[in-house]
C-alpha cells in the first residue's frame, strides 16, 4: 500500500462504490440524521454552546472523517463525554455566552485535531494503551453521573452550577424551591417517554403490527418525537409565557467560517484539556470502531484514525463547531440501519446541513428541558455500577485504578479525573514490574521439567540454587534482581554455583545487564559460579556484543536439565554421592 | 524484627558495640575528617552558599544517619552533583549572596528530608527505579561537565555566569581576558598536584618506604596537602593584595539552631526541586551504600535508607546546612579505613565540629581556586566517556535516554534533564510493552517442544494454530493482543482453532482479561475455538473467579502438546490425514 492509499482510505473502498452500496448507505444516513439532530442540539447544550454549534459540528467533520478515517460504519459528531470536557476547559477562560467561550471551544477542536493528527503521522496511537479498561470505564461512569446531574437544573427549570459532583449537588439543593412547575411537567414526562423508548418502544411497535426492523429503526426516532410533542405541548399551553425555558431563534444557515484562536495566552491554558479530549475521544472513537469492524472481519488501522478524527476536528474548529468524536449509539444505528462505506457519513452531513438551513425555525418552542431529557437518558446508560464489584474480585490493583477515577473526577472535575486514572495505574504496573515473579526450581523426577520447589515435590542439591525468572530484566527491576539473588545466596552458606533459568527472559536492557555483572562479580567474590540456561535466541545475540560473557563466572547452558546435571557433579567433595543424585534425576 | 528495631537500626548493632570496634571507627573517623574538611567547603562553594555552610552541613546530618541509617559504613554530607542541584533551585528563587538564597537552601534541605522521610514511610523506594542507569550515568556524567564548566572561573580568577553549558562557555570565553595570573598561578599547580595525588601519590609514596595501607590512606589527604601548601603561598607572597580570592572569614562556633521557611509560595516553588535532589541523593547514596554491603556481605534496606537520608536532612535543616547525600568516594574512605559501624560517623561529626569550632581561622587566607580545584579533580572522575559507546552497541532505546538525559542536563539544566531522562526511558518501556514479543509455534518433531516457526523446522496443521504469548497480558498490551490474533486468524481461511500458550504470562490484568473475553466472542462468531495451555497456577486461580471460564469457547490444558495433539485431530475432515498427523507428532 504506498502512502497515498495508506492516508486516504477513499481510495480503497470509492473505486468499488456502486448502486446497491449507495442505496444503503443512503437509507443508514437518513436513520442517523433523524437521531443526530436532537443529540446535536442537546450536547451543545451541555457544553454550554449555543443549540446550533452542535449542528454546526455534525456536517464537515463528518465529511473529511468520511475521506480520512478507516472505519467503514463509524459515526463522528459531538459525544456527550467530550461535550462535557468542552464545557470544563472552556469555562476555566471564559464565561458562558460570551464569544470568548465560543472562541476557546472552537480553539479546543482546532488544537485536538492538530495534536490527532500530529500523533497519527508520529504513529503515537499507543499512547492510548495508557488509559486501561478499568480507568475507562471509571471515567465514563463519573462522567455519566456528572452530566446526568448537570442536567437536572434544566428539568426542574431552576440555576445551579458547580463544577464538581458536590458542588452541584449543593447548587441543586439550594435552587430546588425555585422550581418551576411548566418545565418539571414537560421535563419529567419527556424523561420518562425516553426511558420507555430505549427499552419498550420496540416491543411495542411489533405488538402493533411493525417488523422487527422496521420497528428497531422507528424506535431509534424516539427522541425526534419527545421533540416534536413537547413542541407541540408548548404552543397548545403557552408554555413561553409559564416560565418554560425554549430553545429560542438558532440562525439558519450552513456553517460559518470561522477562525481558531491564535492567542499564545489561551492556547497556553487549553492545550492540556485539548490533549485529554484527543485522548479521551480517540480511545472512545477506537474501541467502538474496533468493536464494529469486527462484527464484519474488517479491520481499523489505529494510527490512521487518528488522522481522520483529527481532520474531523479541524474542519469543525474552521466551521465554527466544537470537538468530535465517533460516538457509541449513533455509530451502532449506523451499522444496523446497512451503512457500508464513511459515504453514508456524508451523506448525513448534506441531512444536517439541511436542516440547518431549513429546520431550525421549527425548533425555536423546543423546551431546553426536552434536550435535558434526552442528555440524561442517554448518560445514564454510561453508568456502569457492576464494575467496581467485578474488578473487586478480580483485581484489587484493577479496582484502586478505578476507583481512584470515578472518586477524582467527582470530585475535583473530569482533567484531574483522567490524569489521575492514569497515574494510579501506571504507579501500580510499575510497582509491579519492579518486583516480578521469580522462583527456586528443582527437578520434577523422572523428567526434564523443572518446577517451583514451593508448588511441587522436586529434587534439588545444596549446592547449586536454581532460579527461574518470570519477566525481562529491564531497569525497573534490575535492583529487585541484585537483592533478590544475594538474598537466596546468603541463606545457603553451601552454594557453588547459581542458575539463572532465562525461560521467560525477553529482553534484558542495559540496567539488567549491569545487574547481572554486578551479580556475577559479587558471587565470583564469594567463589560461586553464575550460570545461565533457556537463554533465548536474540538475548543471546545481544549478549554477545558485551563482554559479559567473556567476564562470566560460568556457562550458558541451552537446557536447564544439561546445566542442573552437570553442575550437581561439581559439590566439591571428594567422594560424590553419585547415588543420590542419580535417585533424584530417575 | 520489631518495629522499633526495623526504624532504628542502631539497636541492632549497638548491642554488640566493644573496644576493637570503638577503636576500628575512630581511626576511620579520622581519615574521614580530614577528607571532609576541604571537601565540604569546596561543596559549599560549589552550591553558591558560604564555605560554612559545608561544614554544618557534615555534622548533625552524620550523626542522625548514624543513628537511623543501615549501612555501616556510608559516608554522609554534602555531595558534587546535589550541590549543584541546590544552586540551581535556590538560584531560581534568589541570588547567591543573600539571606533568601541560604534560607532556600535549608528549606530544600528541609523539604528533601520530609519527603525522604515519608517515602520511607510509605515503602515507596520503588520510585527510585524510574531513574535507569543509563539515565543516572547520562546524567552525572552531564553534571560532571557543568560542575567542571562553572569551576573554571575560580581557577582563572574571573566573574562568570550562566546556567547551562553553551551560557557558561560563552560566559567564560568573554570573560577569559580579565584573567588573574596570580589566582592561576595558585589554580593550576593545585589542579595539577590533586590530579597526581589521585594517581601518583600512592606509589610515590610506596617508594620512599610507606607501607602500601599507610601510603593509600596517606594519599586521601592530598587535598589538606593542597589547602596547606596554597595558604602558605598565599602568606608568603602576599597574593591576597594581587587579587587571589579567599575564603575570608569563617564564623567560628558549633552550628546555629536554624528554621526553614513555612512560606507557602517558597514552598510551592522548591518542591519539585526537592522531590528531584531526594530522589537523585537516594540513588546514588543506596548504589554506595549496596557496592560496600556486598563487599563485606551485608545488607542494607532501602526503605530505611529512605529514613535514614530524611532525617539527615531534617537535621542538616534545623542546623543550618543544605541538602546531603551519602558521597561514593569519601564512604569509599570510610569502608577502606575500616569503619565497622554508623558510630564512625558520629565521631566524624565531632571531628568536623571541633574543626569549626578551632580550625576555621586557619582557613582565612585559603585560595577559593584551591577548593574549585578540588571540586574539578573529584568530578572528572565522574564524567564517563565510554558508556555512550557501549550502550550504542547494546541498546538504542538505553542509548537514547542516556543521549536525551546528557543533551538536556547540559542544554537545559540539572532539573529538566532528569525529568527528560526518566520521561524518555519510561515512554520507550512503555512503548515496548505495547508491543510485545509473540510467535507463532509449531510441534519439533520427536519431542514435546513448541518453538518458532519462522527459526526452527517445525510441525503445524492448517486447521489449528498455536501463539506463544511472551508477556503477561496487561492493559498496555491489551490491545496489542486482540489486533494480533485477529489478525493472524483473518490470515487463514482454514482455521477451526486458536491456542494461546501462556507458558510465560504470569498475570493477566482486567484489560487483558477484557480483551481475552473479546477474542473469545470475535471468534465464535466465526466458529474458531480458542484454547490456552500452560496458563500458570496463579493466573488460573483468579481467572476461575469470573466467568470467563465458562463462556470460554474452547478448554484450558495444561501442557501445550496435549493441546496440540487433540486439536489436530478435530480438523472437520471426514477422513482424517492421520498418517501426516503421525508423522509430525513421532
Given amino acids: 500500500m504506498n502512502i497515498l492509499s495508506r492516508h486516504l482510505p477513499i481510495l480503497e473502498w470509492g473505486r468499488t462504490y456502486d448502486r446497491t452500496v449507495l442505496s444503503n448507505d443512503l437509507m443508514a444516513a437518513v436513520i442517523v440524521t433523524i437521531m443526530l439532530i436532537p443529540q446535536s442540539l442537546a450536547y451543545a447544550l451541555l457544553a454550554g454552546l449555543p443549540p446550533v454549534v452542535g449542528l454546526y459540528a455534525s456536517i464537515l467533520p463528518l465529511v473529511f472523517y468520511a475521506i480520512f478515517g478507516t472505519s467503514r460504519t463509524l459515526a463522528v459528531g459531538p459525544v456527550a463525554v467530550v461535550s462535557l470536557m468542552t464545557a470544563s476547559a472552556a469555562g476555566a477562560v471564559a464565561d458562558q455566552g460570551t464569544a470568548q467561550y465560543l472562541e476557546a471551544a472552537i480553539t479546543l477542536a482546532a488544537l485536538s485535531g492538530i495534536m490527532l493528527a500530529i500523533l497519527g503521522l508520529l504513529r503515537a496511537g499507543f499512547l492510548a494503551n495508557l488509559l486501561s479498561h478499568p480507568v475507562i470505564s471509571g471515567f465514563i461512569t463519573a462522567s455519566g453521573i456528572l452530566i446526568a446531574t448537570s442536567q437536572l437544573k434544566h428539568i426542574l427549570g431552576v440555576q445551579a452550577g458547580g463544577d464538581n459532583w458536590p458542588d452541584m449537588l449543593a447548587s441543586l439543593a439550594s435552587a430546588i424551591v425555585d422550581t418551576n412547575p411548566w418545565t418539571l411537567a414537560v421535563g419529567i414526562p419527556a424523561t420518562l417517554f425516553l426511558f420507555w423508548v430505549r427499552k419498550g418502544a420496540k416491543p411495542a411497535l411489533q405488538v402493533i403490527g411493525l417488523p422487527k426492523r422496521a420497528a428497531e429503526m422507528t424506535a431509534k426516532a424516539g427522541p425526534v418525537a419527545a421533540v416534536a ?20 431563534a438558532i440562525p439558519q444557515g450552513l456553517p460559518p467560517f470561522a477562525v481558531p484562536s491564535t492567542d499564545l495566552s489561551l492556547i497556553e491554558k487549553l492545550w492540556v484539556p485539548a490533549l485529554l479530549i484527543s485522548i479521551i475521544g480517540f480511545v472512545e472513537s477506537v474501541s467502538v470502531a474496533q468493536t464494529l469492524a469486527a462484527k464484519r472481519r474488517q479491520r481499523i488501522t489505529p494510527d490512521q484514525e487518528l488522522i481522520g478524527l483529527g481532520a474531523a476536528n479541524i474542519a469543525s474548529a474552521f466551521s465554527g463547531g466544537y470537538p468530535v468524536t465517533g460516538g457509541f449509539a449513533r455509530s451502532a444505528v449506523n451499522f444496523d440501519a446497512g451503512a457500508q462505506t464513511p459515504a453514508a457519513g456524508a451523506y448525513t452531513a448534506i441531512g444536517i446541513a439541511l436542516a440547518t438551513l431549513f429546520l431550525t425555525p421549527l425548533l425555536f418552542s423546543l423546551p431546553v428541558a426536552t434536550l435535558a431529557a434526552t442528555i440524561i437518558v442517554a448518560v445514564l446508560s454510561l453508568v456502569d455500577l457492576k464494575t467496581p464489584g467485578r474488578l473487586w474480585r478480580y483485581s484489587k490493583a484493577d479496582f484502586a485504578a478505578h476507583a481512584a477515577t470515578i472518586g477524582i473526577t467527582l470530585w475535583a472535575g473530569v482533567e484531574l479525573g483522567v490524569i489521575a486514572g492514569v497515574a494510579v495505574g501506571l504507579l501500580l504496573y510499575l510497582w509491579r514490574a519492579s518486583r516480578p515473579h521469580a522462583a527456586i526450581v528443582g527437578r520434577v523426577p523422572e523428567t526434564e521439567h523443572f518446577r517451583n520447589v514451593d508448588r511441587h515435590r522436586v529434587f ?27 538474598e537466596r545466596v546468603a541463606e545457603r552458606p553451601k552454594l557453588r554455583h547459581v542458575i539463572l533459568m532465562c525461560s521467560a527472559v525477553n529482553e534484558i536492557d542495559a540496567s539488567g545487564l549491569e545487574s547481572l555483572e554486578a551479580i556475577n562479580h559479587r558471587l565470583a567474590d564469594g567463589n560461586i559460579g553464575l550460570h545461565l540456561s533457556e537463554v533465548k535466541g536474540p538475548v543471546t545475540d545481544r549478549l554477545k ?18 546445566a542442573f546435571v552437570e553442575l550437581a557433579k561439581d559439590d566439591g567433595l571428594d567422594t560424590a554421592p553419585i547415588d543420590d543424585l542419580a535417585r533424584g534425576m530417575i
Fill in 545 to 562: 556484543r558485551t563482554h559479559f560473557l567473556d567476564d562470566l563466572h560460568g556457562r550458558i547452558y541451552l537446557s536447564q536439565d544439561r
Fill in 460 to 486: 534439588t542439591v545444596p549446592h547449586v540454587l536454581s532460579i527461574r525468572i518470570d519477566e525481562s530484566l529491564t531497569y525497573l527491576n534490575a535492583r529487585w534482581l541484585e537483592e533478590y539473588v544475594l
Fill in 229 to 248: 410533542l413537547t413542541i407541540l405541548a408548548v404552543l397548545a399551553f403557552d408554555l413561553d409565557g409559564r416560565g418554560v425555558n425554549l430553545v429560542g
